[in-house]
């Protein structure tokens, strides 16, 4: 999978769609969440920074985590000195990081890691107490919303109760579902949804 991200990176930015995702993905989360200029965000599955690069003039500081190399390289190229995004490349579900954050984005990245429960627990840990998650992804699909294959998709989209009870059983409070973007392909259309929740303790 990382291989398949690798190689894409050069020209991921390319076309409408993924632009169009991350700038609704940011509009929905910026009318739900107060973003502020004392926190510190983590942007999982940051990729080239398409979402990270929207919720950075809004806040502190913004750190984008990705396992490939190459598409963090791209957040490397867009950083200038007035807007930085800081790339990590780790897997935090295997080598947490240190540091704590207010706030955890993602769009479009949970549905490919395989064990939800585990990447909930994990952004869990990774929050500040009063910290918020505001993560992105396809509703329930079929299967056919990869068009190139589905190497490295473990989930085909997500029911929203069956995500609601992974992230309340994490220890989140407040699972509210939010209609963000539709991809429209000559086939069918595709839902995305933000759900968003909040550490409380
Ligand atoms: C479909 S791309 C989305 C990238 C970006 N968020 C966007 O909207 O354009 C999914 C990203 O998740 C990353 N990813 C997959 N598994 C990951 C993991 N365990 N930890 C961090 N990043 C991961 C991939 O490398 C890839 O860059």
Redesign the pocket.
């Known amino acids: 999978?990382?291989e398949r991200?690798n190689n894409a990176a050069s020209t991921?930015d390319k076309g409408d769609m993924?632009t169009s995702?991350?700038s609704s993905v940011f509009q929905t989360l910026s009318n739900r969440i107060a973003l502020k200029n004392t926190m510190d965000i983590l942007?999982?599955?940051?990729?080239?920074g398409?979402?990270s690069f929207k919720v950075r003039p809004h806040v502190r500081s913004v750190s984008g985590?990705?396992?490939?190399i190459n598409?963090l390289e791209q957040i490397e190229l867009k950083n200038s000195d007035g807007v930085e995004v800081k790339p990590i490349c780790q897997?935090?579900?295997a080598n947490p990081l240190e540091e704590r954050f207010h706030g955890i984005v993602?769009?479009?990245?949970m549905h490919?890691?395989e064990d939800t429960q585990k990447l909930f627990d994990t952004f869990y840990t990774h929050l500040k107490k009063d910290g918020f998650v505001a993560i992105a992804d396809l509703e329930a699909e079929d299967g056919s919303f990869h068009s190139h294959g589905n190497d490295g998709v473990y989930h085909f989209g997500f029911e929203r109760e069956t995500l609601r009870a992974i992230i309340e059983n994490a220890g989140f409070s407040n699972v509210r579902f939010h209609h963000a973007y539709t991809v429209e392909k000559e086939v069918q259309n595709y839902p995305i949804f933000l759900v968003t929740a909040h550490k409380v303790v």
């Open positions: 999978m990382t991200f991921w993924r995702i991350a942007d999982f599955g940051a990729g080239t398409l979402l985590v990705d396992v490939s598409m897997d935090i579900l993602s769009s479009m990245a490919h890691v």
